[in-house]
């Protein structure tokens, strides 16, 4: 039997529901199709576990850094309740609390692996083996996410080594943990079990958190080295589990980690090996190509939503291009020939320069918008206003001796900011200010009117405009 709805997604994580969602709120009928959890990866192995495991240190660590405060909270992590609180967070990786939701906004479920088999057709295979066969009338959206890039080095992949699933789900923290790569995946995963007591060093041949600006990685390589951790720039020669059953890895500089073991972080694959894309001429395997309303290239019913389309790998810019996708497939329901425009509601413009993220590091980095580098390199004619965050008294209230670091990138031409970064301790907060400055393309001018309240850390914003206008 075939089932027919407007519009089928494959994925429901939190990109397809938001998919699902939006076309649904629109009028148009919709099946999500799920081989594992309803909520994805980021609500059961990614973003939400691994906040669960940052965030007991990070609010240890807070009071640590506030005399008076600090004397209460002498004693160690408590790691099995840091355990329990993130197994919660995830429901012990049970979906039902979804499900409700689905059903209260009209989103029909099929539980299965999903294949395209042809123009707007799907089949899924059933955990019993069954096969249900679905028919869009106008469109299949795919939202099937991204998984852990394994690098080809030799023994690696006989080497049992984590990914970041692994770390997420952790049971037994391991005495000693190695870490392969220098992105945000690292950078997150060693702060977590530093905290948690293994033994971490970080192999990242590029440093820590390259493509950012500079003082990010520094920062939070400085505080991991404090806290123990090793962080070597080398690269990987091979890998070896060995009899004792520890992992050990071979550099390039000669030298070899032993860890009990080896988490790789090495960036992501697209989950498009077996969603059956040979059958309408595209490539399995292959990152899908889009355009701003998330419209596969060349195949006007086929859309692709959140990290299968490698525009941004994170959730919140993932479910904006959701709700921008559910609206344009409904929007082509009786207009076909629609155009997504510049920053309407059908297109995910802010993909382009204007992308908001924290990493939950010690010290947190928020940022949105371009760096000075890739500002530069962009063709931008940029001023980089740079300023210590810890001289602000809102952080000297917030943490004793408080270190931070704050940049503002502003387009000279049109004297608005393009870029800002923040380092330090809890500087997330204070990252959609920044966002709404970017994306509004407010003016200097104006946002010299948006006055912070004392003593609060957002009077950074007053620091950066009166040191840019000093060097007027
Ligand atoms: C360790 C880690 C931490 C992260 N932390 C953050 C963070 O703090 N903030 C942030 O913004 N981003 C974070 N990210 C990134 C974030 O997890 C992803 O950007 C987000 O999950 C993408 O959502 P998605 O819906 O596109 O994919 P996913 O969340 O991966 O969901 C895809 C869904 O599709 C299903 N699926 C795949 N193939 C099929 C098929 N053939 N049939 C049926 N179903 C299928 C999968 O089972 C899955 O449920 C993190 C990533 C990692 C690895
Ligand atoms: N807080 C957040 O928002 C958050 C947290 C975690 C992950 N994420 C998302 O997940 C994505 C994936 O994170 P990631 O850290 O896996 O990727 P990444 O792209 O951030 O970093 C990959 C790292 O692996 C290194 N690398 C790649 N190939 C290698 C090899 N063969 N040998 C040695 N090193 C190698 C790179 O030099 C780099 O340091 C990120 O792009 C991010 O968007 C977001």
Request: glycine share 12%.
């Amino acid at each position: 039997m075939t089932v027919q709805y407007d519009l089928i997604v494959l994925g429901a994580g939190p990109v397809g529901e938001n998919v699902a969602d939006a076309a649904t709120a629109a009028g148009l009928t919709c099946v999500v199709v799920e081989s594992e959890l309803v909520g994805g990866d980021c609500s059961f192995w990614a973003c939400v576990p691994s906040k669960a495991l940052l965030r007991p240190p990070s609010a240890r660590d807070a009071a640590r850094r506030v005399d008076g405060a600090k004397q209460a909270v002498s004693g160690p992590l408590d790691v099995a309740a840091v355990l329990a609180r993130r197994d919660s967070f995830v429901s012990d990786w049970d979906d039902s609390g979804s499900l409700p939701w689905l059903e209260s906004v009209g989103i029909d479920l099929v539980r299965g692996h999903g294949r395209i088999t042809g123009e707007r057709r799907v089949e899924v295979t059933t955990a019993d083996g069954e096969t249900v066969v679905l028919e869009a009338n106008h469109a299949v959206a795919v939202c099937t996410g991204s998984a852990a890039r394994v690098p080809n080095i030799p023994g690696l992949a006989d080497a049992q080594a984590w990914t970041s699933r692994d770390a997420t789900s952790v049971q037994n923290v391991p005495a000693s943990l190695a870490i392969l790569g220098g992105g945000v995946v690292a950078a997150e995963m060693a702060t977590a079990f530093v905290a948690l007591g293994s033994a971490v060093t970080v192999i990242a041949r590029s440093g820590l958190l390259a493509g950012l600006e500079d003082f990010a990685g520094e920062a939070v390589g400085k505080r991991l080295r404090s806290d123990g951790a090793t962080i070597l720039g080398d690269s990987p020669v091979s890998v070896n589990r060995t009899g004792s059953g520890k992992v050990s890895i071979e550099l390039d500089s000669g030298d070899t980690v032993t860890a009990a073991e080896l988490l790789v972080a090495t960036g992501r694959t697209p989950r498009t090996t077996d969603i059956g894309l040979e059958s309408i001429g595209l490539t399995p395997g292959d990152w899908l190509s889009v355009d701003d309303s998330l419209r596969v290239d060349g195949v006007d019913w086929l859309y692709a939503v959140g990290d299968v389309n490698s525009r941004v790998l994170l959730t919140h810019q993932g479910k904006y291009q959701g709700r921008a996708a559910g609206r344009a497939i409904a929007a082509r329901v009786s207009a076909p020939k629609t155009q997504a425009e510049p920053w309407g509601d059908l297109a995910a413009s802010a993909d382009h320069e204007r992308v908001p993220f924290v990493i939950f590091s010690e010290p947190q980095v928020a940022s949105v918008g371009l760096t000075a580098e890739a500002a530069a390199g962009a063709g931008y004619r940029t001023r980089v206003v740079d300023y210590d965050l810890g001289a602000v008294s809102g952080a000297g209230l917030h943490a004793d001796g408080y270190e931070g670091f704050a940049r503002m990138v502003v387009d000279e031409d049109r004297g608005v900011v393009i870029g800002v970064t923040f380092v330090g301790a809890d500087v997330a907060e204070l990252l959609h200010a920044a966002t709404i400055a970017v994306v509004g393309e407010v003016p200097l001018t104006r946002l010299w009117h948006a006055v912070p309240a004392f003593p609060t850390m957002s009077e950074i914003w007053l620091r950066l405009l009166e040191t840019y206008r000093a060097g007027e």
